[in-house]
């Protein structure tokens, strides 16, 4: 068993590094990611938002809706946590 | 061949990471590696959107007082360390809910070995 | 925490570490826009300096945040952070477009405020979700 999963892992081995071969390089300056949202980010962000720091701007101000999301999983784990090992059985409630 | 190896070094050790999180969650029994497995992937999946981001060139995407507007050549992609910010603190959180589900599990089974735990099962 | 970890020396030691843990992420939080920081890595060393005080202390604890406050304190923290989308509402724009509260008249800096705002809100929301899981894995069965 343990072979056949090692044999196909090495077969995904050779198809990501195949696949990789599509991906723009590491430090591209013009690779996809660098080129659609994030120019807007970084030379208006200070002007829009007034933060300076581009990753609060992008993540308090133009994604809020995100990060609210985020929030939201956060708070629902923590909860779920109480759910799973705090509950009293006995209880009559 | 030198500058190939140059840009695709990075992605080949994080496909590398990758499939060692895979190997670890198919050939490991202990549901407890399991989890640490899932973890591995967590952070070669945040390491791939952080190379994402680099620029050849690139500082931290902070402006320094007194600037006020960036130039997109001189400051690395904001967006990937924004999400992976979050991914990070998600991927806690969502640990401590496997962790708390593996103590339920060992305090009715008595074992985090998972054939043990299916022989309890079928009892 | 069931069994404590440390000695009087620990207790010490922390007793003096803990109010610099607690100003730094204070410092974290409020210098976010113009620093490496903000709400989420706040809210962490917040919860580590809490967590510090757990671990040393064990369950005689003397100070710190008992896990009910914690949850009150994390649904706080969420509250804040939908609370301010909806005021934003009430004032005419969009939720969470806080350019339209009545904090100022130049928008950046409004901006700036509402983004603060929100952010201690991520902060006491990851701050008592993980105390919450901390005290609940450490803890007793119940």
Redesign the interface.
């Known amino acids: 068993m343990k072979k056949v999963t090692f044999f196909f892992l090495m077969l995904m081995a050779v198809l990501f590094i195949f696949v990789s071969l599509d991906l723009a390089p590491t430090d591209d300056v013009n690779s996809p990611a660098a080129t659609h949202v994030s120019p807007r980010y970084i030379e208006e962000a200070h002007e829009e938002t007034g933060a300076a720091n581009m990753v609060t701007a992008v993540l308090a101000d133009y994604r809020g809706y995100d990060t609210l999301g985020e929030t939201t999983v956060i708070f629902t784990a923590g909860i779920a946590c109480l759910l799973i090992l705090d509950v009293r059985q006995k209880q009559k409630w | 061949m030198l500058a190939l190896t140059?840009?695709?070094i990075?992605?080949?050790l994080i496909?590398?990471l990758?499939?060692v999180g895979?190997?670890g969650i198919?050939?490991t029994e202990n549901l407890l590696k399991k989890l640490m497995a899932l973890n591995v992937i967590s952070v070669a999946i945040i390491l791939f959107y952080l190379?994402?981001?680099?620029?050849?060139?690139?500082t931290?995407?902070?402006?320094?007082?007194g600037?006020?507007?960036?130039?997109?050549?001189a400051?690395a992609?904001?967006?990937?360390?924004?999400l992976m910010?979050?991914a990070i603190?998600?991927g806690?959180?969502?640990t401590?809910?496997g962790?708390?589900?593996l103590?339920?599990i060992y305090?009715r089974y008595g074992s985090l070995e998972e054939p043990v735990v299916l022989k309890e099962m079928r009892k | 925490m069931q069994k404590r970890f440390g000695s009087s020396i620990l207790d010490t030691a922390i007793r003096l570490l803990v109010p610099f843990y607690l100003l730094y992420a204070v410092y974290v939080l409020v210098h976010g826009h113009y620093s490496p920081g903000g709400g989420f890595q706040a809210g962490v060393v917040l919860a580590a300096s809490i967590i510090l005080v757990n671990m040393v202390q064990g369950e005689e604890i003397t100070w710190g945040i008992k896990k009910q406050t914690a949850v009150i304190l994390a649904s706080l923290g969420t509250f804040i952070y939908a609370g301010i989308g909806f005021i934003a509402l009430f004032f005419g724009g969009d939720f969470l477009n806080y350019g339209v509260l009545p904090l100022g008249d130049i928008e950046p800096e409004v901006r700036a405020l509402g983004t603060l705002g929100i952010e201690t809100g991520v902060t006491l929301g990851v701050m008592g979700t993980f105390i919450v899981i901390f005290n609940l894995l450490t803890g007793r069965e119940e």
Do not use: D, S
């Not at chain 2, 190379?51 to 690139?58: D, E, I, P, R």
């Not at chain 2, 600037?67 to 050549?73: P, R």
């Not at chain 2, 992609?77 to 924004?82: F, I, S, V």
């Open positions: 140059a840009g695709y990075n992605f080949w496909a590398i990758l499939l895979f190997y198919i050939a190379n994402l981001g680099q620029k050849a060139g690139g931290v995407p902070i402006l320094p007082p600037v006020e507007a960036g130039v997109t050549e400051y992609n904001p967006l990937p360390h924004t910010l979050t603190v998600v806690v959180a969502t401590g809910v962790l708390a589900m103590r339920k305090k």
